[in-house]
């Protein structure tokens, strides 16, 4: 291995390595060729442990690059993980334009990266922060939002507290479970975390009595502590405030989200800990060396400072369903994460700086990072529009949260409807009249004002039928909730509505029950078909042959069906689920199988297929099923199989289709 850490001083008198000289040499090869708009790199380091050695050692160099990598890693164990890669993983630089990036990997592959700014002039502070946790700015922040930002303080749910807290005792040694109901509004936090690790297993749900701290899992204990240090005395957990050996109690506590989210003081989220046994004090490596103002050849280099958009993508426990609603229901956010600290609030978002200087002058903002995730919407939209009463809106960022929902896993299937129902709830809000749910119903995962457009999502790829949750979750087949966990999902933004398709299923609203936002959403939860009416053709004529898909895509993705011109064809991909089926002179038709057919099966599995137009450019691609009973009358049931978008004018016409009646089940 080449030797890249011998020290010498630079033309400002600071200590760089070897490696950092080969970063130099990135500069002056770009100088002599300006125009060159070419990415070149060079490895500088053999690995991360190297680079930390000559970073303790003092090259101003290797603090910047290290403290780029560290402050990339949200949690405990990406840290952790970053300090396992070893040889062969070599450290690189590749320059491109005035950007850096640090690759740890091969000069093609990197298992990690970072990036770094190169500015011409020292205009851009260094942030440096105390590697333990500090709560003095988070302080700041929850302060100055309760006195100051009037928009925050209107988006509780109401003034109750949750129906059980934890009591935190003055020693912090001690903590007992409470009836809250029975007390006074009191203010609490509330804890969004990811479960598992082992010894987190005991249930400490059911006791009444106090008992000792260090007994709960580490990250637990740790937002008790955060709590305490926060100056408030009451925390909610879900695995301690829900009892857990009742599942009438779980399921009944955990569909109030809304009011437990909604009505806190503060909710902690717990990104720095991927398991319950990680705990969320732990020390901040990127912080373990001051860094100063560093320049290799002509170019200053400044740390990015991360965005908390793109610590929300990274972070872990996002990769769970129920964290989605606990992120989304909460006024006020501290993210905990493994390098800093940072504030989302409807007014504010902020992330941790650290004291001011000596000059007294507020500290200079680092970098600030691209952002890749700029579709990602800001935690307390939802309910900023709910709060508004921005219906059409509320309905566009329904559908975001369909697709990112149905990408998370969840440990119990379910509770997919359930790890929701929060949502739902708020999303009813502008549809009531004195707390009463009154012109929207809630129908499995879907809305009866959109439902046209609620029925049109696509999957990215076809799944297997045997993952599928219809019989589970449970779930109809025409619903997101029925897919299988972790299905990418692509919702109609650009949805056109059609006058021949409508829903006829009877409303369940002022049927002598009281219709709160509550009640709708665990009757709509319970839903498994519907009757609707709609133009109903089917999918494949009787005369069309089948056609291995090979025959007719092209290496451009594009079909060729130059063979078949005058004959009827259709076709599967085996692979993702497309499906195609073509008429003589007419552009072919496009859709997506949910599912895919048994293999060999294909031809067979199209001709039973039925289309179902739903929208001007929208049609349901489904599957005979048994004949269901709706009020006194049969009707024909049928089970979703896919969808086609796009598909030609006058494909629903010329005698083919009949407006008819049924049930999808």
Wanted: hydrophobic residues 35%; glycine residues 6%.
């Amino acid at each position: 291995m080449r030797n890249f850490s011998n020290l010498i001083r630079n033309y400002d008198q600071q200590k760089i390595c070897q490696g950092c000289r080969e970063v130099e040499g990135l500069f002056s090869s770009r100088r002599g060729n300006p125009n060159s708009q070419q990415a070149i790199g060079c490895q500088f380091h053999n690995t991360f442990l190297e680079l930390e050695d000559c970073a303790r050692e003092g090259c101003c160099g290797c603090r910047v690059f290290r403290r780029a990598l560290l402050l990339c890693q949200v949690s405990s164990q990406d840290v952790k993980r970053l300090r396992s890669v070893h040889d062969p993983e070599q450290i690189w630089a590749k320059l491109e334009k005035d950007i850096l990036e640090i690759r740890i990997g091969d000069s093609r592959i990197a298992h990690a990266s970072a990036r770094v700014q190169c500015l011409k002039t020292n205009s851009v502070g260094f942030t440096n922060l105390e590697p333990k946790l500090s709560l003095n700015e988070a302080k700041k922040w929850i302060e100055d939002c309760h006195e100051k930002h009037i928009d925050c303080t209107n988006l509780p749910w109401s003034d109750k507290n949750p129906s059980r807290l934890v009591h935190i005792f003055p020693d912090l040694k001690s903590v007992q479970l409470v009836d809250a109901l029975l007390m006074g509004q009191v203010l609490y936090t509330a804890l969004s975390y990811a479960w598992g690790g082992e010894g987190s297993a005991e249930d400490w749900s059911n006791h009444s009595e106090p008992f000792q701290l260090s007994k709960l899992p580490a990250t637990i204990q740790h937002a008790i502590e955060v709590t305490k240090k926060l100056e408030i005395s009451y925390i909610w957990i879900d695995a301690l405030c829900i009892n857990q050996s009742r599942p009438s109690s779980w399921e009944h506590e955990s569909s109030k989200m809304h009011e437990v989210y909604g009505n806190a003081h503060v909710t902690l989220c717990a990104c720095s800990s991927e398991k319950s046994t990680d705990g969320l004090f732990h020390f901040r490596d990127a912080w373990e060396f001051i860094s100063e103002p560093c320049r290799l050849d002509d170019f200053w280099l400044a740390n990015f400072d991360m965005a908390l958009d793109e610590v929300r993508t990274k972070t872990h426990m996002f990769s769970r369903a129920w964290t989605l609603q606990e992120e989304r229901l909460p006024p006020r956010i501290l993210y905990l994460c493994g390098q800093r600290l940072y504030w989302s609030c409807v007014t504010s978002q902020h992330s941790e700086l650290g004291q001011k200087d000596g000059t007294n002058s507020p500290r200079r903002r680092p970098y600030e990072g691209l952002n890749s995730t700029k579709s990602l919407r800001h935690p307390q939209e939802f309910l900023k529009t709910r709060y508004m009463g921005k219906e059409a809106l509320l309905h566009q960022q329904w559908l975001e949260i369909v697709q990112d929902y149905t990408r998370r896993d969840i440990k119990n299937v379910k509770d997919r409807f359930l790890a929701i129902s929060g949502l739902a709830a708020q999303y009813l809000v502008p549809f009531c009249s004195n707390e009463k749910v009154k012109r929207e119903e809630y129908l499995a995962g879907l809305w009866r004002q959109t439902f046209a457009q609620d029925l049109a999502w696509s999957v990215q790829d076809a799944g297997r039928l045997s993952n599928s949750l219809r019989n589970t979750a449970p779930a109809p087949s025409w619903s997101w909730a029925s897919l299988p966990l972790c299905t990418v999902l692509k919702m109609q933004d650009d949805f056109i509505g059609t006058k021949n398709f409508a829903l006829l299923e009877k409303s369940g609203l002022g049927q002598g029950q009281a219709d709160t936002t509550l009640q709708v959403t665990m009757r709509g939860a319970s839903i498994k078909s519907v009757k609707v009416c709609g133009l109903l053709r089917q999918f494949v004529d009787d005369v069309s042959s089948w056609v291995d898909w090979s025959a007719i895509q092209s290496k451009e993705g594009r079909y060729n069906l130059a063979k078949y011109l005058a004959k009827s064809v259709h076709s599967v991909n085996n692979k993702n689920g497309n499906i195609l089926v073509y008429e003589p002179h007419m552009q072919p038709i496009v859709g997506q199988l949910d599912y895919l057919f048994p293999k060999d099966e294909g031809s067979r599995c199209i001709k039973d297929l039925y289309c179902l137009k739903i929208g001007e450019a929208s049609m349901l691609l489904l599957k005979k099923s048994e004949m269901i009973e709706k009020g006194d009358i049969l009707l024909q049931g049928y089970r979703r199989a896919g969808i086609s978008t796009g598909f030609r004018e006058g494909f629903f016409a010329n005698g083919e289709a009949e407006l008819q009646d049924l049930v999808l089940m």
